[in-house]
């Protein structure tokens, strides 16, 4: 099993010397297929990569096979952080997706993006630690539908931005994401669907019809509303 599906295009014969140059600009980015593993834990890489488009989630497998999605990515935010020199995840796509290798880590180390990016990720760390350990099945699902929905909110025609967006995640995905079983995770979207907070004709489409009660049903405060930066 190879420990990386990402490659990126090089010279036929590239110096050595080409390894320590500054990353290129975004012409490098590739698009790459729904469900494709593009890393894998504890496979060793040495690269930052961006995701440009599309859904990338980085997971961890427990022993007995059992997976747990640490984050979701969407557009803008990085993936292939190491330790050691290995990813300290699996990242795999959830759409078609379009990926810009960033180049060395280690010279993407001193770079304010990637430091501000560590930053975001360590947040979004101890947040997520918060929902699993103390936030009710319920306030789970809000809160993930308002990060999605934040994360791939649709524009109109007109630019306004529509409270709905692509459900890039499977029921599977939500539990595995939220520590809760797949039909808990299916009882709290029927539910919230008939209490108005949203809408679905389709699993994959979401609309959000009351944003207010869906964030005070995630256990969302005004200020923390204010204050949740979108990755």
């Known amino acids: 099993m190879p ?3 990402i490659t990126t295009a090089a010279p036929a014969a590239p110096p050595r010397a080409s390894s320590i140059r500054p990353p290129r600009p975004a012409s490098r980015s590739r698009v ?17 990569y961006r995701v440009v488009d599309g859904c990338v989630v980085l997971s961890q497998l427990l022993n007995d096979g059992r997976r747990q999605i640490t984050d979701v990515l969407g557009p803008g935010r990085l993936f ?23 180049g060395d880590a280690d010279l993407n180390a001193t770079n304010p993006a990637v430091a501000s990016e560590l930053k975001t990720t360590l947040h979004r760390m101890q947040i997520h630690a918060t929902l699993l350990g103390r936030k009710t099945a319920s306030e789970k699902v809000a809160s993930a539908l308002v990060e999605l929905s934040r994360l791939f909110n649709r524009t ?22 939220l520590g809760l ?13 008939r ?3 949203i ?14 009660r869906l964030e005070a049903t995630a256990g969302f405060t005004r200020q923390q509303t204010g204050e949740t930066t979108r990755p």
């Not at 790459?32 to 894998?40: D, F, I, K, M, R």
């Not at 292939?80 to 960033?102: K, M, Q, V, W, Y």
């Not at 890039?168 to 595995?176: G, I, N, V």
């Not at 699993?203 to 944003?211: A, E, H, W």
């Open 199 to 212: 809408d679905f004709s389709h699993p994959k489409t979401m609309r959000v019809l009351d944003p207010e």
């Open 181 to 193: 079983t797949v039909e808990t995770v299916s009882r709290c979207l029927n539910r919230f669907k």
């Open 195 to 197: 209490e108005g907070l």
């Open 3 to 5: 420990e990386t599906l």
């Open 156 to 177: 109109g025609r007109n630019g306004a931005a529509r409270l709905s967006f692509h459900l890039h995640l499977t029921r599977a995905d939500l539990a595995d994401w």
């Open 32 to 48: 790459v297929g729904e469900n494709l593993t593009l890393l894998y834990e504890g496979g060793r890489n040495r690269a930052l």
């Open 80 to 102: 292939g952080f190491t330790i050691d020199g290995r990813n300290i995840a699996t990242a795999e796509t959830l759409s078609i997706a379009r990926i810009e290798p960033l």
